[in-house]
């Protein structure tokens, strides 16, 4: 299994954005659903965005919808999680993830995710 990297956490003042990036070095995902994952201290993890293998279906949860946009370029095997209008109780460590998968077999792929952190 190869553990998918995320990247381009960091601190962003209320209001700010951020973009945040998944890929799977040596591996190619383009035929699987992705889902973007958050958990902030002492919660659990949730899912908070998902895209479609071709891209053309997404879904959001309610607490980021309006603000996050998740997207995918399959020509770079990359999934994009843009994120606007942060707020403070966006703070959290994000990942992403096959939500496809049972969540047992979903162990087998979480990586260090990357920290974001809104704060003034």
């Known amino acids: 299994q190869v553990q998918l990297v995320e990247s381009g956490g960091g601190l962003v003042q209320p209001g700010g954005s951020l973009r945040l990036s998944c890929q799977a070095p040596?591996?190619?995902?383009?035929?699987?659903?992705i889902g973007w994952y958050r958990q902030a201290p002492g919660k659990e993890r949730e899912l908070v965005a998902y895209i479609s293998s071709s891209g053309g279906r997404t879904n959001y949860a309610d607490s980021v919808k309006g603000r996050f946009t998740i997207s995918r370029d399959n020509t770079r095997n990359t999934v994009y999680l843009q994120m606007t209008s942060l707020k403070t109780e966006d703070t959290a460590v994000y990942y992403c993830?096959?939500?496809?998968?049972?969540?047992?077999?979903?162990?087998?792929?979480w990586g260090q995710g990357t920290q974001v952190t809104v704060s003034s």
């Open positions: 040596g591996y190619t995902f383009n035929n699987y659903e």
């Open positions: 993830n096959y939500p496809g998968l049972p969540a047992r077999s979903r162990n087998a792929y």
